[in-house]
Nanobody, 119 residues
Framework: QVQLVESGGGLVQAGESLRLSCAAS?????MGWFRQAPEKEREFAAT????????NYADSVKGRFIISRDNAKNTVYLQMNSLKPEDTAVYFC???????????????WGQGTQVTVSS
């Protein structure tokens, strides 16, 4: 069982930056970030493999968000730059064995952290 705890959410203005952190209680092969806006489906944002370092981003965040991880601390980060109002959502950290963009492939989930971007 792996527990995930996110932090770093908040309220910012458009164009500003935020960094999310997710601390895992154990080692996970793949860690990712998903987000869910009000009345919308949860969607993939970014993922990173702890073995190969391979990274994948959703097109909507590519070029603005940077995912990274510190394996020694079992922590994954999401640096979010040039934030837009449409980035407003609850951001969830997830962990699992597969390098995937599908939420069903992730086994462990955090509680989520709110990110609100005002225009």
């Amino acid at each position: 069982q792996v527990q995930l705890v996110e932090s770093g959410g908040g309220l910012v203005q458009a164009g500003e930056s935020l960094r999310l952190s997710c601390a895992a209680s154990g080692r996970s092969f793949v860690m990712g970030w998903f987000r869910q806006a009000p009345e919308k489906e949860r969607e993939f944002a970014a993922t990173i493999s702890g073995i190969t370092g391979r990274i994948n981003y959703a097109d909507s965040v590519k070029g603005r968000f940077i995912i990274s991880r510190d394996n020694a601390k079992n922590t994954v980060y999401l640096q979010m730059n040039s934030l837009k109002p449409e980035d407003t959502a609850v951001y969830f950290c997830a962990a699992g064995p597969l390098f995937s963009t599908r939420s069903n492939d992730y086994i462990y989930w955090g509680q989520g952290t709110q990110v609100t971007v005002s225009s």
